[in-house]
């Protein structure tokens, strides 16, 4: 059983559009996140959520916009896709806020052309 | 100054070799400290958590020096399986919450 799923693995596409990315967890964790990783493979987080609020933002631009409909759940949308944008983003969870280990997803490697 | 910075790499070294990272951070508040295993194309993982009185799993040993704020993963008898990218790891609490700040990570290429 895959403890942290993602989808789409690979997303391809133009620069303006909007795209998700969906993401869930089977591990009954409360805390999960959105990391980037860009080209030069440097990890930095996005969003953390906590029982489905939003505790961190990493001051990323407003057309990233996170949503959890549940605990289990934390989805990423983008709207206006840029050319910079083009990264593998991670989810993530862990079992609360804090210092525990983070479960990281298989990723989705987003292509902006 | 970086948050967390690490050793650039890669370090490229034979089988069975002793091969050691180094990792500094900023914050002297942090409190947690891991390092992180990223093998090529896939996610993070995680390799050890690091103790203040240093720990040892296996043929990995991580140290802490809080004083100079550095943080060391020695890695001995070296398999090819080791080859991966090792990502430094420390914690950063804000009113907001807290979050793991990941460094740029340190390639090893383990060869026969």
């Known amino acids: 059983d895959t403890a942290v799923s993602q989808t789409p693995k690979y997303l391809v596409t133009q620069m303006g559009n909007d795209k998700s990315i969906k993401c869930e967890q089977n591990l009954g964790h409360d805390t999960m996140y959105w990391y980037k990783q860009d080209s030069k493979k440097f990890l930095k987080i996005m969003f953390s959520?906590?029982?489905?609020?939003?505790?961190i933002n990493e001051t990323v631009p407003n057309r990233f916009s996170p949503k959890s409909p549940d605990k289990a759940h934390l989805n990423l949308h983008i709207n206006s896709l840029e050319l910079g944008d083009s990264a593998v983003y991670f989810c993530?969870?862990?079992?609360?806020?804090?210092?525990?280990?983070?479960?990281f997803g298989p990723g989705t490697r987003l292509t902006v052309t | 100054r970086k948050e967390v910075e690490q050793d650039p790499g890669p370090f490229n070294v034979p089988e069975g070799a002793t091969v050691a990272f180094n990792c500094t951070y900023s914050?002297?508040?942090?409190?947690?400290f891991f390092w992180y295993r990223q093998d090529c194309r896939k996610e993070p993982k995680l390799l050890m958590s690091?103790?203040?009185s240093g720990n040892e799993d296996g043929r990995f040993t991580a140290q802490l020096n809080r004083a100079s704020q550095y943080i060391s993963l020695l890695i001995r008898d070296s398999k090819l399986s080791d080859s991966a990218t090792y990502l430094c790891?420390?914690?950063?609490?804000?009113?907001?919450?807290?979050?793991?700040?990941f460094g740029k990570g340190t390639t090893l290429s383990v060869s026969s």
């Open positions: 790891v420390v914690n950063r609490d804000s009113q907001a919450g807290t979050a793991l700040i």
């Open positions: 914050n002297s508040a942090s409190q947690s």
């Open positions: 959520y906590n029982n489905k609020e939003l505790i």
């Open positions: 690091v103790y203040s």
């Open positions: 993530a969870s862990s079992p609360g806020q804090g210092t525990y280990e983070q479960y």
